[in-house]
């Protein structure tokens, strides 16, 4: 007779182990002190580890002022550890018992009243990464458990979830966060809530972008362009949608919008300029910046007008959209950011148009020292 261990692997796999698992240690559960059970349907809810900060704010609320303890009671049973400042399962199988511990039914609304608890004790509050958590929580009960007054309220916390994840290029993130803002907005929100649109609208438009989905982001920028009360609130909607249709290879429909957006920014743009008007055009910009010493052009004031910074970013978009089309007209649009600047004060876009403009000097005259000189200056 053969001494070895013999199995029959399809036989072990048709038990349901896992589920005895869950079973044996939601029992074992079952039978703690209520609020050691509590304490482990928190913690649950944030998955298998919870912040140190969550577990400090709700014990600042008074139906939870012993959570600490309650903890300590399950860390004695062994089924949560702490590490650094973290509260952690001691595996996601005994977080999986933890969070059925919560009927299927409520867990919903369990979720949500935990985060707007949180919310309202922690408002204000610096909560760093334990800030999505918190948010996650409240997401919970979007659309449904979300009474009227608290709507805005909401649909704020989660722009501001979008917000810091774009600030750590996390886009998928920001952009799942700000689809739970539109189904909170009110029908009329472009009326009731004017600027919370455009900034909602924007944001969410470049994130869109950013995760691939151009039609989408079209749409966005679309509604802004169209509710838009004024040219000035607009014109980030039209930058996107200009940067969006160059990276897409549309120069064409791309350097009509930049036009027209400038057109209605108060510049004049002939439609073509031929050599010898544009020769006056570089040699008259070319006396105006003879008259200053590069001394004199770094020490100008920098300008705070926003009109301006847009319509130099418009002009440097249509300087992209000219230098790969060949067009003649790069020449004036690289002036004409120079004139400005020298006009009304130096702002970041500035120093592309002198460069532009060094370039295209250097170009015609072959004059290499006209771009060491704007270098100092940028």
């Known amino acids: 007779r053969e001494r070895r261990w013999i199995w029959d692997e399809d036989e072990i796999r048709s038990k349901n182990i ?26 649950s809810c944030f998955g298998i580890k919870a912040d140190e900060n969550i577990v400090g704010y709700l014990s600042s609320i008074s139906q939870y002022s012993d959570l600490q303890d309650w903890l300590d009671q399950a860390i004695n049973e062994g089924y ?33 009243d935990l985060g707007l608890l949180l919310y309202s004790t922690s408002k204000g509050q610096d909560l760093e990464d334990a800030f999505f958590q918190v948010v996650d929580q409240v997401n919970h009960g979007i659309p449904s458990l979300v009474k009227p007054k608290m709507q805005i309220d909401i649909a704020e916390l989660n722009l501001n979830a979008g917000i810091k994840a774009v600030d750590l290029s996390d886009f998928d993130t920001a952009y ?24 909602v609208f924007l944001l969410r ?23 838009g009360r004024c040219i000035e609130d607009t014109l980030d909607a039209y930058y996107l949608r200009v940067t969006i249709l160059f990276a897409c290879e549309e120069r064409e429909e791309a350097y009509i919008i930049c036009r027209e957006v400038l057109s209605q920014l108060k510049e004049r743009i002939p439609d073509s300029l031929g050599i010898k008007e544009l020769t006056a055009v570089i040699q008259e910009t070319g006396g105006m910046l003879a008259r200053m010493s ?16 847009f319509t130099l970013k418009f002009y440097t978009l249509l300087c992209f959209i000219s230098y790969f ?44 020292q006209v771009i060491q000189e704007m270098g100092r200056v940028g």
């Open 80 to 112: 949560i550890q702490k590490h650094e400042n973290k509260y952690k399962f001691i595996h996601d199988k005994v977080r999986e018992a933890a969070y059925n511990l919560i009927d299927d039914s409520d867990k919903s609304q369990f979720h949500y």
């Open 18 to 43: 896992t589920d005895n698992v869950l079973y044996l240690l939601s029992a074992k559960m079952s039978s703690l002190p209520e609020n050691t059970r509590l304490a482990l349907k928190l913690v």
């Open 294 to 309: 590069v001394d004199d052009l770094s020490e100008m004031k920098e300008t705070d007008n926003t009109s301006l910074q």
């Open 205 to 227: 438009a470049k994130t869109t972008y950013s995760c691939g989905n151009i039609e989408e982001a079209y749409d966005l920028l679309k509604e802004i362009i169209e509710n």
């Open 325 to 368: 089309s060949s067009s003649q007209m790069l020449p004036f649009y690289c002036c004409r950011m120079v004139r400005l600047t020298l006009k009304h004060g130096v702002c970041q876009e500035s120093v592309f148009g002198l460069a532009m403009y060094s370039a295209v000097i250097c170009q015609s005259t072959k004059r290499v």
């Open 176 to 199: 799942s966060y700000l689809n739970y803002v539109l189904p909170l907005l009110p029908k009329n929100h472009w009326d009731s809530h004017y600027d919370f649109s455009l900034r």
